[in-house]
């Protein structure tokens, strides 16, 4: 995997070329993605989470009820819904539009998707495991006639993409409900494909 990345990221820094050329990415738009593209290579899962959230993953919470925070089966793991919980509490709480701006609900959605692949590693133990995000169901608490859910739900998905990449990219829904648990703005599940671990021998003959 390293020499794999090596080489790519090679590649990339081959096609910025001469200072000129460089000055000129820095126009486009190229260099930013070679950057970035060091920077997917580089940082694990969990890193980049720190670098985007400010914070490392907290200890997992207790269920509300009687069931587990997520589920796996086969190469798929399913999370039960989360609430945008960071330290015990609520990071929000009421309806979007009437007590919760739409910029915190937007936050709380990060948030929820953050406990969801803090659920996931909680049975897979390291989320270097994840090979695809596949469906993301975003429920959003807000007052009669809010037809803005697509907007809410996009902080999940956009953090999802800032962390995975286009392995972040996923089928969604977003839906709007009269309620949800202890008042959360916004609860979020998620469908995660994990990657198919087979050994492979490198370099040994």
């Known amino acids: 995997l390293f020499f794999k990345q090596k080489t790519a990221y090679d590649v990339a820094q081959r096609l910025v070329g001469s200072e000129m050329c460089i000055r000129d990415s820095f126009k486009s738009g190229?260099?930013?993605?070679?950057?970035?593209?060091?920077?997917?290579?580089?940082?694990?899962?969990?890193?980049?989470?720190?670098?985007?959230?400010?914070?490392?993953?907290?200890?997992?919470?207790?269920?509300?009820?009687?069931?587990?925070?997520?589920?796996?089966?086969?190469?798929?793991?399913?999370?039960?819904?989360?609430?945008?919980?960071?330290?015990?509490?609520?990071?929000?709480?009421?309806?979007?539009?009437?007590?919760?701006?739409?910029?915190?609900?937007i936050k709380c959605a990060r948030i929820c998707a953050l406990n969801c692949l803090n659920a996931t590693k909680s049975v897979i133990g390291d989320l270097q495991h994840i090979d695809k995000i596949l469906k993301v169901n975003v429920f959003v608490n807000a007052v009669q006639g809010y037809t803005s859910q697509p907007k809410i739900a996009n902080g999940a998905s956009d953090f999802l993409v800032q962390v995975f990449g286009e392995s972040?990219?996923?089928?969604?829904?977003?839906?709007?409900?009269?309620?949800?648990?202890?008042?959360?703005?916004?609860?979020?599940?998620?469908?995660?494909?994990?990657?198919?671990?087979?050994?492979?021998?490198?370099?040994?003959t």
């Open 30 to 105: 190229v260099l930013p993605q070679i950057s970035a593209f060091k920077y997917m290579c580089t940082k694990t899962i969990e890193e980049k989470i720190k670098d985007i959230v400010g914070f490392a993953l907290p200890p997992l919470g207790k269920p509300l009820g009687a069931y587990v925070a997520a589920q796996k089966h086969g190469n798929v793991v399913y999370t039960a819904g989360q609430l945008p919980m960071k330290d015990g509490k609520l990071l929000a709480q009421g309806k979007i539009g009437a007590t919760v701006t739409e910029e915190d609900a």
């Open 168 to 204: 972040g990219k996923h089928a969604r829904a977003a839906v709007g409900v009269a309620d949800l648990p202890m008042g959360a703005p916004v609860e979020i599940d998620m469908i995660i494909a994990l990657k198919e671990e087979k050994i492979q021998h490198l370099f040994l």
